[in-house]
């Protein structure tokens, strides 16, 4: 469901499938839901805005994952995923309109050692660049560069 500015609904799509994480990309305006083993990009229809959204309801459908998708986070042209399946993959999205590819970049299988329940993302204001935070059932909480290199763990 999308809704505008005002609270009232301007569009359903029905997915058929439970959704487990929806993020925005603002960079190229589309709306990443996460799914079980699949993640879904949807872009805005040429001519539509956040105030008056209208989904273009042919979407790019990805399937990298082998169980849950419980997190996105989306930076930049960047959209960050993390699973049940304890991976971490990160895409990059087409600068090109028409084209809306999730290119697979990096993944990262073992991030933890137990189903990855969520993941957010820091600017670290010194150096000017991004950073992924990830925690587990694993009971760890890990820091990562934004090309899923590992930067600490903190382990609980």
């Given at each position: 469901?999308?809704?505008?500015?005002?609270?009232?609904?301007?569009?359903?799509?029905?997915i058929?499938n439970?959704?487990?994480?929806?993020?925005?990309?603002?960079?190229?305006?589309?709306?990443i839901?996460g799914?079980?083993?699949?993640?879904?990009?949807?872009?805005?229809?040429?001519?539509?805005?956040?105030?008056s959204?209208?989904?273009?309801?042919?979407c790019e459908?990805v399937?990298?994952?082998?169980?849950?998708v419980?997190?996105?986070?989306?930076i930049?042209?960047?959209?960050y995923t993390?699973?049940f399946?304890?991976?971490?993959?990160?895409?990059?999205?087409?600068?090109?309109?028409?084209?809306r590819?999730?290119?697979?970049?990096?993944?990262?299988?073992?991030?933890?050692?137990?189903?990855?329940t969520?993941?957010?993302?820091i600017?670290?204001?010194e150096?000017?660049t991004?950073q992924?935070?990830s925690?587990?059932?694993?009971?760890?909480v890990?820091?990562w560069?934004?090309?899923?290199?590992?930067?600490?763990?903190?382990?609980?």
């Amino acid at each position: 469901m999308v809704v505008s500015k005002y609270g009232s609904q301007s569009q359903e799509i029905r997915i058929g499938n439970p959704i487990y994480c929806v993020a925005w990309n603002s960079k190229r305006e589309q709306i990443i839901i996460g799914m079980s083993k699949s993640v879904k990009a949807f872009s805005l229809v040429d001519g539509s805005s956040l105030s008056s959204p209208y989904l273009n309801e042919k979407c790019e459908t990805v399937s990298h994952h082998s169980d849950i998708v419980k997190s996105i986070v989306c930076i930049e042209s960047r959209v960050y995923t993390a699973s049940f399946d304890r991976s971490i993959i990160m895409y990059e999205t087409s600068s090109y309109p028409s084209d809306r590819t999730l290119h697979v970049l990096s993944v990262f299988r073992q991030a933890h050692t137990a189903a990855i329940t969520c993941l957010t993302m820091i600017r670290d204001n010194e150096s000017n660049t991004w950073q992924i935070i990830s925690g587990s059932f694993d009971r760890s909480v890990k820091l990562w560069t934004q090309d899923i290199q590992l930067i600490h763990k903190i382990e609980g």
